[in-house]
């Protein structure tokens, strides 16, 4: 019996598997050259931040695919000097090589789904804040908050202030040219401050003061982490300001509590386990506090 013959359909089985791995292989190669060539080609920051921020991730997770069916595939040739036959062996080892497989896309879905967010936000802040030149050649400014809007129209504005657009605002101060880039507002994941990834998110917004012509209003975005699950709420203004007059004449106001950078809040309920909050000043905590509502929240 050790002298038989694999059947003719093992023998395609077994070649097919090494073909396929190889063409796997080479595949997730592929994509990673070809993402990281066109991303060489790209020379305007604005659009290498945004083919990075829409592309890189998703053909990153291609080539661990690409990678986990080859695994499975070379997994599935073990022990072809024994297998003369189809048999028990055989169906055992395909779910072995599933296995196998699946194990190698789901480690590189990990990987880029909870830590490779970090790698990419020092690659976005380093496009979007890569000092812009104007068409003279000269070195471009950019805007505060408070100097941008006034190049900005009002439907701009509007987008900003319930923050599902970010625009950045670069000036040749010499030439007056001016460059208005677009960029994902909240949609962006942050740095949670609990488990050091990049996965807090917003969840839902609220508006707990409009803006008023006599003062600016107020939002209140509520934040989730979606891989350690704790949560933070964070205020900010809404700006009232229209005109470039409003903000020559602005007036700087600091907080109270100078030395304080940030504010946590760890809430414990013995039926819904802790919620982590973040607040940028200790009167946006009090008056957080006082309209806390944990099955709200």
Excluded at 38 to 52: C, M, N
Excluded at 158 to 186: C, L, R
Excluded at 248 to 275: A, C, I, P, W
Aim: glycine fraction near 6%; hydrophobic fraction near 40%; aromatic fraction near 14%.
């Amino acid at each position: 019996m050790d002298y038989l013959e694999p059947s003719s359909f093992l023998v395609a089985w077994h070649q097919s598997m090494i073909i396929g791995a190889i063409i796997m292989i080479a595949s997730g190669i592929i994509i990673y050259l070809v993402h990281n060539l066109r991303l060489s080609t790209i020379h305007d920051p604005h659009a290498k931040y945004d083919y990075i921020n829409t592309k890189e991730i998703g053909n990153y997770k291609l080539v661990f695919y690409c990678f986990g069916v080859a695994a499975a595939l070379i997994i599935n040739r073990y022990g072809m000097d024994k297998l003369k036959t189809v048999e028990v062996w055989f169906f055992a080892r395909l779910i072995i090589s599933m296995a196998g497989g699946t194990l190698v896309g789901y480690v590189g879905y990990l990987v880029l789904e909870y830590y490779y967010p970090s790698v990419i936000h020092r690659k976005l802040l380093k496009w979007r804040y890569l000092p812009r030149k104007a068409s003279n050649g000269a070195k471009m400014r950019l805007l505060s908050e408070e100097e941008e809007d006034v190049h900005l129209d009002l439907g701009m504005q509007a987008e900003e202030n319930i923050f599902s657009i970010d625009y950045d605002v670069w000036v040749d101060e010499k030439t007056g040219e001016v460059k208005i880039e677009k960029y994902p507002g909240h949609l962006e994941a942050l740095k949670c401050n609990s488990c050091g990834f990049y996965t807090m998110k917003v969840m839902r917004e609220e508006v707990t003061k409009p803006a008023s012509p006599q003062a600016p209003g107020e939002l209140v975005k509520y934040y989730q982490c979606s891989y350690c699950k704790s949560n933070r709420a964070t205020a900010f203004n809404l700006s009232n300001k229209q005109s470039e007059a409003d903000y020559r004449n602005l007036k700087y106001k600091f907080r109270q509590n100078k030395d304080v950078d940030m504010v946590k809040l760890e809430v414990h309920s013995t039926v819904k386990g802790k919620k982590h909050y973040e607040f940028q000043s200790v009167e946006e905590a009090q008056r957080f506090l006082s309209e806390f509502d944990f099955d709200k929240s």
